[in-house]
């Protein structure tokens, strides 16, 4: 893995962790699991290279993005709700992704 890919991943490690401190002080215990499981996909990618690390990270985003939305969809309207959502879902794996596509071969 690319030292590049390597230091994007320490960084979205320690800020997935920090989105999970502040969901668990905001009592958000089903965007905490979710979370928990995540971080666990990217410790999978980061420290062990595994695709299935990467798949994990992005079936818990589309889990993210539905309960994000739907928990904030009566405090923000439903189109803010649905994009900050889209977007804090979204922003790790895809950055992510960015990284991975040229190394995808080489991951187990």
Sequence with gaps: MKKATK?????????????????????????????????????????AQRKAGYLVMCVCAVGSFLVGAAQNIQ??????????SLIGAALVPGITGLFLKSQWQQLR
């Design 7 to 47: 230091i994007w991943l320490w960084f979205a490690l320690v800020l997935c962790v920090c989105t999970t401190a502040l969901n668990l002080s905001e009592g958000r215990w089903l965007s905490v699991a979710i979370a928990v499981v995540s971080i666990a996909g990217l410790c999978a990618l980061l420290f």
């Design 75 to 84: 405090l923000l309207g439903a189109p803010t709700a649905i994009l900050m």
